[in-house]
């Protein structure tokens, strides 16, 4: 198993510009989540997912969309990036409750 | 938002010694998990505590769920350079489709 992988591992952006991050898991868990990590703040909750087809949002949900077409891959789309969305992120799928985490996707916007 | 208190933010200590940190709520939580994450990396999973009181180990370190549902303590027996890292403490409230609740994560670093 290749557990939760991400791409890309690094991005940068431009003010305004858009983009999907990736992530999948082959371990068929039906709950997924994004965090986003900056220094101080811990990991965040910015969306997650309990099964195909179905999302909600987390803590800090403003400025992204998911959607969960299959029980693998859980894209996270930032529509128009902004400078307070330079941030680690990280996908994690869940087997009951224990979270599993991707390796992240380092994100700059200038 | 629901928060963890973990404590302490950091630690800067000498290789050999023992280490402890612990994570406080004013809410109940039926999971506890601890997690490590290397710099640059994903947070790895350590330790999950599933009841009130259980003690539980991998290796060297040693984790419990407190008594009183409401906290939870991580020690690290005999520390090392490659326990270098931020440890981070999750709880969750209800079932398994509730949303963990993170601590704010210890820094720890070893000196040689």
């Known amino acids: 198993n290749a557990g939760v992988t991400q791409t890309p591992k690094f991005q940068v952006l431009k003010t305004g510009q858009s983009m999907t991050l990736q992530c999948a898991q082959d371990?068929?868990?039906?709950?997924m989540s994004w965090y986003r990590q900056d220094p101080g703040m811990g990991l965040r909750l910015i969306h997650y997912?309990?099964?195909?087809?179905?999302?909600d949002q987390g803590e800090v949900p403003n400025g992204y969309n998911v959607s969960r077409s299959t029980t693998e891959d859980f894209p996270l789309r930032l529509l128009s990036a902004a400078p307070s969305q330079t941030s680690v992120y990280f996908c994690?799928?869940?087997?009951?409750?224990?979270?599993?985490f991707g390796p992240g996707t380092r994100l700059t916007v200038l | 938002g629901q928060q963890l208190n973990q404590s302490p933010q950091s630690m800067f200590i000498q290789e050999g010694e023992d280490v402890s940190m612990n994570c406080t709520s004013s809410?109940?939580?039926?999971?506890w998990l601890w997690y490590k994450q290397d710099p640059g990396e994903g947070p790895v999973l350590l330790i999950a505590?599933?009841?009130?009181?259980e003690l539980t180990s991998n290796g060297r370190l040693t984790a419990q769920f407190g008594i009183t549902r409401k906290d939870s303590f991580l020690n690290i027996s005999a520390s090392i350079p490659s326990d270098v890292g931020i440890y981070f403490c999750?709880?969750?409230?209800?079932?398994?489709?509730?949303?963990?609740?993170f601590g704010q994560g210890t820094t720890l670093q070893v000196k040689p």
């Open positions: 809410s109940i939580f039926n999971t």
């Open positions: 999750a709880g969750l409230m209800s079932s398994n489709t509730g949303k963990l609740i």
């Open positions: 997912s309990v099964g195909a087809g179905i999302t």
């Open positions: 371990m068929n868990h039906e709950y």
């Open positions: 505590l599933y009841k009130a009181g």
């Open positions: 994690a799928s869940r087997d009951g409750a224990l979270e599993f």
